[in-house]
């Protein structure tokens, strides 16, 4: 699944909110904080688990896969506030030959519910992709993702055949290389394919020539793998939790496993029969919905009138003249030489398509660009997309999408796919992809992988109308051929409904409590388009106290609370915390650097009076971008306050919710 925008610049936050002591001046970071504040390559220390031990899967399943399952410790910092048990689940690498001494071994982390007697069917989560790390990045989602599933029922997470902690790891460094030497390239589409392809290709020629059997990594395996395992830990059922690709392998564990799965969550869903070659078309149905989608919201349309002819009048413009300015990698910290041409722009456009959050922030930021060269929301769009690299096999995703998918279709149709939309600049041009598949080696799978699956079993099928890469149509398809299937599309979601919370999240428990029943869709009935975010538009500021921290101020309305006094604009690109500290304003002052990891020492910028306090005031940046921060005392402790946000948007930011909540911020006893 693609890793949120927004959860970057929270994660960071909450890292860093667990201000010193003045008797432990020095703490360490919060579990999960180095995977975000360091290299993402850095291994963690094992959390202690039971004594490793091993279970052999029951008779039936040793004679046709001889799959077993140790437990052993987490290779991830665990979260906290949780219980969990980690194993591995070694299976042949193929299992028509399980004697030739190739074995896969794949990591599993089950997460034991609160709930003091849950039901025995666990939840089964199956990532995107596919290629997707599930559990190496999971410090930076689980609290936000996971964790509600926790209240009724166990939770199983873990990283498929090839990818992320499992062995062999079909990860292709060339390309996350490649990824990062592009950024300052003024390269068109066909030339970055070009690149891309011989990359790729090398990535393969180095796996098989440490002896991967690259046929071996598809979705058929990739099922059978999640058979194996629901037998290994002994459950008679469970239910199964599929996200983008995740959906995919679900619907063929449906087919050829039925037995053992009580229940379905498709979000986000990409059936069998679905076609590569839709890919232009799906991107231009996304784009449409957002140019129209403005275009009917009043206060969008005024602010940012007739968005599609400036945004692909901005295409052209950046093809002949492309910017190039600082980006920072939000996880290691390093800046980079990003160079933004019309390519570039569509093809970031596709990909924050996915996320809910950006979605309203996408009009201003196109007129941004275009009136103002302002681009700041795109660059650090950009470069979260690259750093992510590190978190994803490619070779998995070769691997398997060119076995199921890709050449189940010619060439042809692939290079006739985007002719309708010439305005895309052939960035969805798929025949590269082709090529690759044609390279690859691993064989077309059988006709049964791209036809629609047809199962009894209860499903629920999530989709978002501003989905780009899985449109709602792809969910209608494939609920027409499940008898127990509830289809919902949500008005201004984006890829990954479920990570949306509320409405989608309350719909998917109550189904899981009770798959035979069409879950209440009352809260979907209030949901309307996207807030699209309008420059000016006022911020509406509400009371709030927090007796535990001993303070009572102001806060953003409909923003979100992460704890620990943070807040965070649903869109990701603005947060602020408000804390009282157990340390003076000088002493606080001192840490600043080291506690919320400022690229630099805070700067003075003046002073702020409000009716109580005498705030001291600094600027600074984080990861690159813009943090005011102020401080005061009250009875000898600081009281901090620290604002992250845009540069596109940081004065109306500080205008509209800084200096209100140092207005209001008071101690309370």
């Known amino acids: 699944m693609h890793l949120r925008f927004a959860l970057l610049i929270i994660a960071l936050f909450l890292s860093a909110c667990a201000v010193p002591s003045a008797s432990n001046p020095t703490p360490t970071l919060a579990p999960g904080a180095e995977a975000l504040l360091g290299a993402p390559t850095t291994t963690p220390v094992p959390a202690p688990t039971a004594a490793p031990g091993s279970t052999v899967a029951p008779t039936a399943t040793a004679v046709r896969t001889v799959a077993r399952y140790e437990t052993a410790n987490c290779e991830f910092p665990p979260p906290g506030g949780v219980s969990v048990e980690c194993g591995w689940l070694t299976v042949p690498e193929d299992r028509a030959k399980p004697d030739n001494g190739r074995e896969v071994r794949l990591h599993v982390a089950i997460f034991r519910s609160t709930r003091p007697d849950p039901p025995p069917d666990p939840i089964v989560y199956l990532e995107g992709g596919p290629g997707v790390d599930a559990l190496e990045r999971l410090p930076l989602v689980f609290d936000l993702w996971f964790r509600p599933f926790l209240a009724n029922r166990d939770f199983i997470l873990y990283d498929p055949r090839g990818a992320g902690y499992s062995t062999p790891s079909l990860a292709c460094p060339e390309l996350t290389k490649l990824s990062f030497d592009m950024l300052p390239m003024d390269v068109r589409a066909a030339e970055s394919s070009r690149l891309w392809g011989e990359a790729a290709l090398k990535c393969r020629e180095r796996l098989v020539a440490e002896g991967i059997d690259l046929a071996q990594y598809n979705t058929l395996t990739g099922a059978a793998d999640l058979e194996d395992l629901r037998l290994a830990l002994g459950y008679e059922q469970w239910n199964l939790i599929g996200s983008s690709y995740g959906t995919r392998l679900a619907l063929t564990a449906m087919r050829e496993y039925p037995q053992g799965i009580r229940s379905v969550v498709l979000d986000s869903t990409r059936p069998p029969q679905i076609n590569e070659s839709q890919t232009p078309a799906d991107a231009e149905r996304a784009f449409q919905t957002l140019f129209r989608g403005c275009a009917a919201d009043p206060d969008c349309n005024?602010?940012?009138?007739?968005?599609?002819?400036?945004?692909?009048?901005?295409?052209?413009?950046?093809?002949?003249?492309?910017?190039?300015?600082?980006?920072?990698?939000?996880?290691?910290?390093?800046?980079?030489?990003?160079?933004?041409?019309?390519?570039?722009?569509?093809?970031?456009?596709?990909?924050?398509?996915?996320?809910?959050?950006?979605?309203?922030?996408?009009?201003?930021?196109?007129?941004?660009?275009?009136?103002?060269?302002?681009?700041?929301?795109?660059?650090?769009?950009?470069?979260?997309?690259?750093?992510?690299?590190?978190?994803?096999?490619?070779?998995?995703?070769?691997?398997?999408?060119?076995?199921?998918?890709?050449?189940?279709?010619?060439?042809?149709?692939?290079?006739?796919?985007?002719?309708?939309?010439?305005?895309?600049?052939?960035?969805?041009?798929?025949?590269?992809?082709?090529?690759?598949?044609?390279?690859?080696?691993?064989?077309?799978?059988?006709?049964?992988?791209?036809?629609?699956?047809?199962?009894?079993?209860?499903?629920?099928?999530?989709?978002?109308?501003?989905?780009?890469?899985?449109?709602?149509?792809?969910?209608?398809?494939?609920?027409?051929?499940?008898?127990?299937?509830?289809?919902?599309?949500?008005?201004?979601?984006?890829?990954?409904?479920?990570?949306?919370?509320?409405?989608?999240?309350?719909?998917?428990?109550?189904?899981?409590?009770?798959?035979?029943?069409?879950?209440?869709?009352?809260?979907?009935?209030?949901?309307?388009?996207?807030?699209?975010?309008?420059?000016?538009?006022?911020?509406?500021?509400?009371?709030?106290?927090?007796?535990?921290?001993?303070?009572?101020?102001?806060?953003?309305?409909?923003?979100?609370?992460?704890?620990?006094?943070?807040?965070?604009?649903?869109?990701?690109?603005?947060?602020?915390?408000?804390?009282?500290?157990?340390?003076?304003?000088?002493?606080?002052?001192?840490?600043?650097?080291?506690?919320?990891?400022?690229?630099?020492?805070?700067?003075?910028?003046?002073?702020?009076?409000?009716?109580?306090?005498?705030?001291?005031?600094?600027?600074?940046?984080?990861?690159?971008?813009?943090?005011?921060?102020?401080?005061?005392?009250?009875?000898?402790?600081?009281?901090?306050?620290?604002?992250?946000?845009?540069?596109?948007?940081?004065?109306?930011?500080?205008?509209?919710?800084?200096?209100?909540?140092?207005?209001?911020?008071?101690?309370?006893?």
């Not at 998918?405 to 010439?422: H, N, S």
């Not at 923003?559 to 915390?577: H, M």
């Open 302 to 669: 005024a602010a940012y009138p007739d968005l599609e002819r400036v945004f692909y009048d901005l295409v052209e413009k950046l093809n002949t003249q492309p910017v190039t300015l600082p980006g920072v990698d939000p996880f290691t910290g390093r800046t980079y030489e990003v160079l933004i041409n019309g390519d570039t722009l569509i093809s970031t456009l596709f990909q924050a398509m996915y996320s809910t959050e950006i979605i309203p922030l996408l009009p201003r930021a196109i007129y941004g660009a275009a009136q103002k060269n302002e681009f700041s929301l795109w660059v650090r769009l950009i470069m979260n997309n690259v750093s992510q690299s590190d978190y994803f096999s490619y070779g998995v995703m070769y691997s398997s999408r060119c076995y199921d998918e890709i050449l189940f279709e010619t060439r042809e149709a692939m290079a006739k796919a985007d002719e309708p939309f010439p305005h895309q600049q052939d960035v969805f041009d798929m025949t590269a992809f082709w090529d690759i598949c044609n390279a690859w080696g691993v064989g077309v799978a059988p006709p049964i992988e791209n036809q629609p699956v047809r199962s009894a079993i209860p499903a629920l099928i999530l989709a978002g109308t501003y989905d780009p890469a899985t449109p709602p149509d792809d969910g209608k398809e494939a609920v027409a051929t499940l008898r127990n299937g509830f289809f919902f599309e949500f008005p201004s979601s984006g890829h990954g409904v479920l990570l949306d919370g509320g409405c989608p999240l309350s719909m998917a428990l109550a189904f899981l409590d009770n798959p035979q029943r069409q879950p209440d869709a009352a809260c979907l009935a209030q949901l309307g388009g996207p807030a699209f975010d309008v420059e000016g538009a006022a911020v509406r500021m509400i009371p709030f106290r927090d007796s535990d921290a001993g303070i009572a101020g102001v806060t953003p309305q409909g923003w979100t609370n992460f704890g620990q006094g943070v807040y965070g604009r649903p869109s990701g690109d603005v947060a602020i915390v408000q804390m009282r500290t157990p340390l003076s304003a000088l002493e606080m002052l001192a840490r600043l650097d080291q506690q919320f990891d400022l690229d630099s020492k805070p700067e003075s910028a003046g002073e702020y009076r409000s009716e109580r306090y005498a705030w001291q005031l600094y600027t600074a940046t984080i990861r690159g971008q813009p943090t005011d921060i102020a401080l005061t005392e009250d009875g000898g402790r600081a009281l901090l306050v620290l604002m992250i946000s845009d540069p596109g948007n940081r004065d109306e930011m500080y205008e509209q919710v800084f200096l209100p909540v140092l207005d209001a911020l008071r101690v309370i006893s």
